[in-house]
């Protein structure tokens, strides 16, 4: 019989995947648990629908990646932030404050988890900032300006 697995199910699969079990197992563990659903046309029909649409985000999101990538490889960030006269800033700069500047120069909205590490600084000056994602890095620099 196939099942569609409803949950990730040790030495069976993950959750999503289309298996073959015997009609036992799956009456008699299987369904009374909910963790299975028999396929049928309709069940089949949608499933496939739903790797479909699932495919398409990924292949967005990675087309959004890469354009990401493509447009802040290698370039400067400018912010102008609130100084004192020694160079330090009264409110630190991070990766919320990052994604901002990127957002308002740039229109792209970036998430959190896309960095390689936690960005925090309290001075005026250059910083090497690196993101990470689908196997790619991409670095650029943010120069923060005291006003």
């Known amino acids: ?5 409803l949950q990730n199910i040790k ?3 993950q959750k999503g995947e289309i298996k073959e079990v015997s ?3 799956a009456q008699n563990a299987l369904f ?3 963790i299975a659903r028999q396929v049928t046309q309709d069940v089949l029909n949608k499933h496939n629908l739903a790797k479909a649409s699932k495919e398409k ?3 967005k999101h990675h087309e959004e990646i890469k354009n990401l990538f493509d447009t802040l490889r290698d370039s ?5 932030e609130k100084a004192n006269d020694k160079g330090s800033l009264y409110k630190a700069v991070g990766i919320k404050e990052i994604i901002n500047i990127i957002k308002k120069q740039h229109g792209i909205n970036v998430s959190e988890s896309i960095f390689a590490e ?7 000056g250059v910083k090497k900032v690196s993101m990470v994602s689908l196997g790619q890095t991409c670095n650029f620099t943010l120069e923060i300006k005291g006003k």
């Open 76 to 80: 400067t960030l400018v912010t102008t």
């Open 1 to 5: 019989m196939k099942v569609l697995l």
């Open 32 to 34: 009374p648990k909910s």
């Open 118 to 124: 936690n960005y925090s600084t309290k001075e005026v």
């Open 57 to 59: 985000k990924q292949i």
């Open 11 to 13: 030495g069976l699969g």
């Open 23 to 25: 009609d036992g197992y």
